[in-house]
C-alpha cells in the first residue's frame, strides 16, 4: 500500500533507528505508517474525506484541492494574515502524520511481547529513559500542524464541504 510519507521523514527529533527498507526495523516502520497513517487520515478528515484525498494522490496531481492537502499551499489564516500550510508531504520532511507515526512507534517499542507475555527488555551497558518526554514533543508539534491545516480547510471551506471538522 503507498503512503503519503515514508522513512525519510523519521529525522531529526522524529529520528529513529535503522529505517533502511532493508533492515527489519526498516520494514516495520513502512508497515506501522501505513496503518497509522490510515488512522490520521480517517480520525482527521473523516472517512470520505481521506477516502477522497487517497484517491486523488494516487493519481499524482500537480495542482488542485487534493494537490494543496498534499503538497501545501498558500492561504489567508483565520487572523487575515498570509500563512502557509506546507502540506501532509514536502522537502523540509515534517508532517502531523510523520508526528503521529513516530508516537505510535514509540509506544509500540516501549515493551515487547512474549511467549511468557507482555516484556520490557533490558540493553547490556545503556540505561533505558522514559519515552514521555519525546512522545510529548512529537504529539505537541502534530497538534501544531493539525491547526494550520484545520485552518486552511476552514478558509477553503467551499472545496472541502466533507470535511468532518465542520460537523464536530
Known amino acids: 500500500m503507498a503512503t503519503i510519507i515514508n522513512n525519510s521523514y523519521f ?12 533492515k527489519s526495523e526498516g520494514q516495520y516502520y513502512i508497515e506501522m505508517t501505513a496503518i497509522h497513517e490510515d488512522n490520521y487520515l480517517v480520525d482527521f478528515l473523516g472517512y470520505k ?25 498558500e492561504f489567508t489564516d483565520s487572523n487575515g494574515l498570509l ?28 515493551s515487547h511481547n512474549s511467549g511468557v ?10 540505561t533505558p ?16 500542524l493539525n491547526r494550520i491545516l484545520d485552518d486552511f480547510i476552514y478558509q477553503n471551506k467551499a472545496d472541502y464541504p466533507d470535511y468532518a471538522g465542520f460537523t464536530g
Request: aromatic share 8%; no cysteine.
Open 117 to 126: 507475555g507482555v516484556i520490557r527488555l533490558l540493553p547490556e551497558n545503556a
Open 129 to 144: 529513559v522514559s519515552i514521555v518526554k519525546t512522545s510529548v514533543r512529537a504529539w505537541n508539534r502534530m497538534v501544531e
Open 49 to 73: 474525506m481521506a477516502k477522497d484525498l487517497t484517491a486523488a494522490i494516487a493519481s499524482n496531481p500537480t495542482s488542485g484541492i487534493w494537490y494543496d492537502i498534499w503538497k501545501g499551499a
Open 11 to 22: 529525522v531529526g527529533d522524529n529520528a529513529l533507528p535503522n529505517t533502511d527498507d532493508s
Open 83 to 110: 500563512n502557509k500550510w506546507r502540506g501532509l508531504a514536502n522537502s523540509e520532511k515534517e508532517s502531523p502524520i510523520a508526528n503521529y507515526v513516530f508516537t505510535k512507534i514509540l509506544t509500540g517499542l516501549k
